[in-house]
């Protein structure tokens, strides 16, 4: 069974606990993860650009030259995509729909890969007693000193803690996460990842 360090609240180490083997020793596929990080960031983004098509464009819509002896081609709307000012040909719609799709099993797999990879990196650890942490940030602030070199850092909570959350909220690089909303863009960019002892146990019910 995979093993990390637990610390409590004063962050000394008290021990160590073990993890499900399923979840933090599982194979890692790395294209799947790759895959899992694409549709994620994929489904977060909006389509914003937007460009006036011919039919949007405030311009006359009379003939402003004749139609015979000026030796130019016929036209009859300075809207035209060819003209400066005219409408944008094939331009974007602000429409667009960016969303992808991902089967359940795959999602979890890719999860499982990125916690173990992050695992045999030596960057999870446990904490005790987490839910009693005072809610000021030089608590939090003293208490991440001891536990990782820099301010990157990713709390699993098992549930949502008031006390927690504003600790932590005005530290950069600190982000918080429940374990049934973990996912493997946030778990590989999430720095360090800091498990509270009852959201180990919760993610292996799960």
Known sequence: MPKVDAYN????????MELPKAIFAAKINE????????????????????TKR???INLTKAKWFRQKGTGRARHGARSAPIFIGGGV??????????????????KKKALFSALTSKFKA?????????AKIEPKTKKMKLLLEKLVKDNQSTF???EKLENVSRSARNLK????????????????NGGKLIFMKEAVEKLKEK
Do not use: C
């Open 89 to 106: 040909a094939h331009g974007p719609s602000g429409q667009q729909n960016y969303q992808l799709k991902m089967a359940k099993k795959m």
């Open 173 to 188: 690089g600190v982000s918080l996460s429940q374990f049934n909303q973990l996912n493997t863009y946030e778990v590989l």
């Open 156 to 158: 699993v909570l098992s």
């Open 54 to 56: 011919r039919s949007e």
């Open 31 to 50: 294209p799947l993860m790759a895959q899992a990080v694409r549709v994620y960031l994929s489904n977060q983004r909006k389509a914003q650009a937007k």
């Open 122 to 130: 030596n960057e999870v650890i446990v904490i005790k007693d987490l």
């Open 9 to 16: 609240l004063s962050g000394t180490k008290s021990g160590q």
